[in-house]
């Protein structure tokens, strides 16, 4: 796998040549900051784009195309990394030399470019989507697990941008106008910071060429400081009630470790022997041994130094599971758990990292994160330190941890 640097007419872009996939995956991205009304209007536009282009007037007449074209994939995302909204526009395509035709390279990013350069932003899509995003946010209130992470989000991240969803907010939807969009696909074309990632087994050289004719975006760079480093303080805990059969428990813990810091490592192998994976101590203590919890587990985000506790507990159980949690974070700190536990835990990250590597489209994302947080992206090295975490580190690093704030999504007083 050679990772290769270059440039699109000042546009960075990255191509990873590998021989191990049979598909071509090819994502712009659009990096921008994360606010509420921006994100808002850009996951319109993401989904505008993705519908119908100037020479593809229907979403039908689009579709029929990338059917055409071998069942070409077409996808636009709006996702979040840090402080940075980024709109996501990707194709997965079969290697150009199983179409046996010539043109079949430069037809599908002819399709790419009429979706970035010339889309069909007009009032007929502008309401579809609007529904479609009104739909996805009403959506939240019957899917009681996905509102209580938005609510403990929206707590947590109060004063910060980090509480915007990469959606954006559902209050400000019908505020918007058709002209709010079309500006905002000319300042995303023409201001935004872009990445060109290519991923699979392609002559470099041709691509390039056939991208440079295509092709023509912002020179801005891309972004270096999607943290925000600072020291998150302890917040009030909140529970909320709504008619729900189990609760559920979010416990927040701030490391202060994030991608570039030399504990990064450390921090996740900390994290997988904590709850990741279903050998891990919080699974084990709380459902298997106790039988608390329908589910519990952990994450830890790099991009805000934050360690985050999930689970669905009976509301009888809240207080044992809360405080099993903390004692398991303390016993961790003072080193009581063995070798043959992080072996366990580390052959199961290690294993879940090769695994990374085998879909394109995640490839293509551990480039992303490679360019803009520097972090390695040869799997070796990573496997390098993972093998080379000592008991010692998790133990330092679970040392810094610090519980800030507990939200729980509780069942209304006296509901049978």
């Known amino acids: 796998m050679q990772y290769i640097k270059t440039t699109v007419n000042q546009t960075p872009l990255h191509i990873i040549e590998t021989d191990k996939f049979k598909n071509v995956h090819i994502a712009v991205r659009f990096f921008d900051t994360l606010d509420p009304l921006k994100a808002t209007k850009r996951h319109i536009l993401a989904s505008m784009m993705r519908s119908k282009t100037q020479n593809h007037s229907s979403r039908k007449a689009l579709s029929r195309t990338l059917e055409g074209l071998f069942d070409t994939v077409l996808n636009a995302t709006s996702n979040k990394l840090g402080t940075v909204h980024i709109n996501q526009f990707e194709l997965s395509f079969i290697h150009p030399s199983y179409a046996d035709d010539a043109h079949f390279l430069n037809d599908v990013l002819g399709v790419l470019k009429d979706v970035i350069h010339a889309p069909l932003l007009d009032e007929k899509s502008f309401k579809e989507e609007k529904q479609f995003l009104k739909d996805f946010f009403d959506a939240e209130y019957s899917n009681k697990t996905r509102y209580a992470s938005k609510r403990y989000y929206e707590y947590l991240f109060e004063d910060h941008p980090y509480k915007v969803h990469p959606f954006g907010d559902e209050t400000l939807i019908d505020t918007l106008t058709l002209e709010d969009i079309i500006d905002e696909w000319h300042h995303m074309i023409t201001s935004n910071a872009a990445l060109i990632s290519v991923t699979g087994n392609i002559d470099s050289q041709s691509l390039k060429s056939s991208l440079n004719r295509m092709f023509d975006l912002s020179e801005e760079p891309l972004p270096t400081r999607p ?14 009630t709504m008619n729900v059969t189990q609760a559920r428990l979010f416990m927040t813990l701030s490391s202060d470790v994030y991608y570039t810091d030399d504990d990064y490592v450390p921090m996740l192998v900390f994290n997988a022997l904590f709850g990741d994976n279903s050998e891990a101590m919080l699974f084990q203590t709380i459902r298997e041994q106790h039988g608390l919890a329908y589910y519990a587990s ?71 994160r490679h360019a803009i947080f520097h972090v390695p992206f040869e799997k070796d090295a990573l496997m390098h330190a993972i093998d080379n975490t000592t008991k010692t580190d998790i133990i330092r690093v679970a040392n810094t941890l610090e519980f800030i704030f507990t939200y729980e999504l509780g069942r209304v007083e006296n509901d049978a």
């Open 227 to 240: 943290f925000f480093r600072r020291q998150m303080q302890v917040k009030h805990p909140v529970r909320e």
């Open 298 to 368: 952990s994450a830890y985000a790099p991009s805000s130094g934050l360690v985050t506790v999930t689970s669905g507990v009976d509301e009888s159980n809240v207080g044992k599971t809360k405080q099993l949690v903390r004692d398991i974070v303390s016993k961790i700190q003072s080193g009581d758990f063995d070798e043959n536990a992080l072996m366990l835990v580390k052959t199961h990250l290690k294993a879940s990292l090769k695994k990374s590597y085998d879909a394109p489209r995640t490839v293509s994302n551990k480039a992303l």
